[in-house]
Nanobody, 123 residues
Framework: QVQLVESGGGLVQAGGSLRLSCAAS????????MGWFRQAPGKEREFVAVISWNGLPYYADSVKGRFTISRDNIKNTVILQMNSLKPEDTAVYYC?????????????????WGQGTQVTVSS
């Protein structure tokens, strides 16, 4: 079980960049895969990116080549660097943790969630 707090969201123009951070606490952080999901108004929460406990990343097709996920197990943080942002990236972004050994991409794979941080991309 881990506790997660996101930060770094805000308002940015299309083509700009934002860096989201997720601070984690708990005894088992280093054994968890860490992921990012996002949810726009009226839409389902969707997978964005995940990084395994040993540093292997995987991305949704919609963000591949633009977003980068990384983690620092010493500082207990996970980062989502977002470049070339588009208006359709506008959503609340959630950090999540999964104890699964394989790379999880489904919402049901993740048992711990942060409260979310708002990202708004203007056209």
């Amino acid at each position: 079980q881990v506790q997660l707090v996101e930060s770094g969201g805000g308002l940015v123009q299309a083509g700009g960049s934002l860096r989201l951070s997720c601070a984690a606490s708990g005894r088992t952080f280093s054994s968890y895969a860490m992921g990012w999901f996002r949810q726009a108004p009226g839409k389902e929460r969707e997978f964005v990116a995940v990084i395994s406990w040993n540093g292997l990343p995987y991305y949704a097709d919609s963000v591949k080549g633009r977003f980068t996920i990384s983690r620092d197990n010493i500082k207990n943080t996970v980062i989502l660097q977002m470049n070339s942002l588009k208006p359709e990236d506008t959503a609340v972004y959630y950090c999540a943790a999964s104890p699964r050994a394989f790379i999880p991409t489904l919402r049901s794979d993740f048992g711990s969630w942060g409260q979310g941080t708002q990202v708004t991309v203007s056209s």
